[in-house]
């Protein structure tokens, strides 16, 4: 084989520093000592919770490796279950989409997944429980009313004029609200705190509301809904959950989760709260991808631009780099922005083990070789994988006319243009030693639209027997075998690495990239790929890891080129440790 024939990757050279093992995060050491101290009787039972309202990404990939991971290394179990409680914006294709994500992810759930909304029944139960005690009221003010009354960080809330209500009229209008008899949105049923507390959660937050909408479980059944943070907590409680993990976001209203709980004194699990991802040139909330899908922004929750898993699975990563990366992030206390190269990174580490190596040209010129026989092919080995022997060697026909890429020949080459030009000599991957003799123009253009070569038989297999030296390698299909192909080529979502931040009067659309797709229609592939199945991936020597379409059907084939082979994460760490 030939030596500088070398599309080898270089990130061996410069791997980042090997990932904290996860056991070192500080939620796994509050699990650690919880089951040395026997809080729990040393069980451990965690639960992943989405609200089926849209599809994953990969924010939800690390708290599913969390989650998912922490059980299993623990001996224990964790649940998947949908927090379902807002028929409005949910939908089983959310549901469906959820398991499937979880699933390919590697991750393993009980027979059962567990809905919220099996719990209506259970939590109207509880809520009636603290009517009973006093904690808990119907209340008529509107929702405006609400907000008004309730002050802001500054100032204490007034409370409702609804809040004395005796019991037995509470516990009269809660069930007649379950009974449909009041329209949307007239009373709400509100825990009764504090409304001065200094925590606007702990203002008497409404529990639940009327909404005389359709779920997609129960139907009918209902037309009030408890809220977030009602059901959450029960939820856990009523699973015997052990470490209930949530973001940030939830650590002001872990007073209330531990309020709800102490108030029936029911099983009482633990909030533990960590920083949610943020990776730069992308958005991780559902709401804003959302937008991206319904304004037809992207072709939908899979686009190979989206950060959702779905999204993640077609552009042609493995679930295996993405739990290497959920590793590499680790998990901590405050809020961060993890760069998009480092999930490139990971993609690249797996895909370079995995992938094998084929050739095919995205931007095709021809190239005849003049002193090749017209009427012959050769078969020319061709090795599958150099990091892995394991995975053999191929055969790839060779003929009088091939395509190479375009930007591999310049007609009036500059000092640092080492590849074909006219009169140059230069190694065709796997086959021969080319010269170029001649350039065909367009004759209205001018474009060079096909070049003239000789090859020097000696080379066969690229090397040549006199220690004659050339400066390039280019990689090529022949013209009679190759197969045409659509290539498709991504670049990020959004020209700023934090499209939160807008000008004023803008929001994170205004920094939408408009080139984020570019479709390369009569690209030319290796025969070997003729039939190659969807979602199997390889790396085109010089160009990138690529992965087949779902879009890809037997007259035409379909990549999308999952990542380049520029390494730009570890120039980030050489830069930084410099
Ligand atoms: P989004 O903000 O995207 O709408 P969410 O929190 O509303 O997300 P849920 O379906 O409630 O979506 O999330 C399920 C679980 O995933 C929650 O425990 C939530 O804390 C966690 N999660 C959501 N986004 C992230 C993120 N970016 N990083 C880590 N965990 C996340
Ligand atoms: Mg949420």
Same mark, same amino acid.
């Given at each position: 084989m030939n030596k500088e024939a070398d599309t080898r990757n270089r990130e061996a050279e410069d791997m980042? *520093? &090997?990932?904290?093992?996860?056991? /070192?995060?500080f939620i796994r050491t509050i699990v650690k000592e919880d089951i040395e101290a026997g809080k729990y009787g040393g069980r451990v039972h965690t639960r992943f919770p989405p609200e089926p309202n849209g599809y994953l990404h990969i924010g939800h990939a690390k708290s599913i490796c969390l989650n998912f991971g922490i059980a299993s290394e623990f001996s224990g179990r964790c649940n998947l279950r949908?927090?379902?409680?807002? %028929?409005? $914006? *949910? *939908?089983v294709e959310y549901v469906e989409s959820i398991k499937k994500d979880v699933q390919w992810l590697g991750f393993a759930w009980d027979d059962t997944e567990y809905y919220a909304s099996d719990y209506f029944e259970h939590l109207y139960q509880y809520a009636a429980e603290l009517i009973n005690k006093g904690t808990a009221y119907v209340c008529d003010l509107t929702s405006q009313e609400i907000r008004e009354y309730r002050g802001t960080l500054t100032e204490p809330g007034r409370e409702s &004029? /609804? !809040?004395?209500?005796?019991v037995d009229e509470n516990l009269e209008l809660f069930e007649r609200m379950r009974k449909g008899e009041f329209p949307d949105g007239s009373r709400t049923l509100r825990a009764k705190?504090?409304? $001065?507390?200094?925590?606007?959660?702990?203002?008497? &937050?409404?529990i639940y509301r009327i909404l005389h909408a359709a779920h997609?479980?129960?139907?009918?059944?209902?037309?009030i809904y408890p809220m977030y943070d009602f059901a959450h907590c029960f939820s856990d409680s009523i699973e015997k959950i052990t470490h209930s993990i949530c973001t940030l976001e939830f650590e002001d209203h872990r007073p209330l989760y531990d309020w709800f709980l102490d108030q029936l004194g029911v099983y009482h699990p633990q909030q533990i709260e960590f920083a949610r991802l943020n990776l730069s040139y992308t958005v991780l909330s559902k709401r804003k991808l959302i937008e991206l899908v319904e304004n037809g922004?992207?072709?939908?929750?899979?686009?190979? !631009?989206?950060?959702t898993i779905s999204g993640l699975r077609r552009r042609g990563y493995t679930p295996e780099a993405v739990r290497n990366f959920c590793d590499r992030i680790g998990v901590a206390k405050r809020d961060s922005m993890v760069d998009m190269a480092l999930l490139e990174y990971c993609i690249r580490e797996d895909l370079n083990k995995q992938a094998p190596r084929v050739m095919a040209v995205l931007h095709p010129i021809r190239v005849v070789?003049?002193? /090749? &026989?017209?009427?012959l092919t050769e078969e020319l080995e061709a090795i599958n994988n150099p990091e892995d022997p394991a995975m053999g060697t191929r055969q790839v026909p060779f003929s009088r006319v091939l395509y190479i890429e375009?930007?591999?020949?310049?007609?009036?080459?500059?000092?640092?243009f080492y590849r074909l030009a006219p009169g140059r000599e230069v190694r065709l991957r796997y086959a021969y030693f080319i010269t170029c003799t001649d350039v065909i123009k367009d004759?209205?253009?001018?474009?060079?639209?096909e070049l003239r070569c000789t090859y020097d038989p #000696?080379? !066969?297999?690229?090397?040549?027997p006199d220690g004659r030296k050339v400066k390039s390698t280019l990689h090529w299909v022949s013209a009679a075998h190759a197969c045409e192909a659509e290539v498709r080529l991504y670049d990020h979502?959004?020209? $700023?690495?934090?499209?939160?931040?807008?000008?004023?009067?803008?929001?994170?659309?205004?920094?939408?990239?408009?080139?984020s797709l570019s479709i390369l229609k009569s690209c030319r592939v290796e025969?070997?790929?003729?039939? #190659? %199945?969807?979602g199997s991936f390889y790396q085109f020597e010089r160009q990138g890891y690529f992965c087949v379409d779902p879009d890809s059907s037997e007259s035409k084939l379909v990549f999308n080129r999952?990542?380049?082979? !520029?390494?730009t994460w570890a120039k980030i760490q050489k830069a930084l440790k410099k």
């Open positions: 980042p *520093e &090997p990932a904290v093992s996860p056991s /070192y995060d949908f927090d379902d409680t807002n %028929p409005i $914006k *949910e *939908e &004029p /609804y !809040r004395n209500r005796p705190i504090d409304m $001065k507390s200094g925590n606007i959660n702990m203002r008497d &937050p409404v997609h479980r129960s139907g009918d059944t209902w037309c922004f992207v072709s939908g929750w899979d686009d190979p !631009r989206m950060p070789i003049e002193n /090749y &026989p017209a009427d375009h930007d591999d020949f310049l007609e009036k080459p500059p000092k640092q004759g209205k253009t001018g474009e060079v639209v #000696a080379t !066969r297999g690229g090397d040549s979502l959004f020209t $700023k690495a934090a499209p939160n931040e807008a000008v004023e009067g803008q929001d994170f659309k205004s920094n939408i990239n408009p080139n025969q070997s790929l003729t039939s #190659a %199945p969807v999952t990542v380049t082979l !520029r390494d």
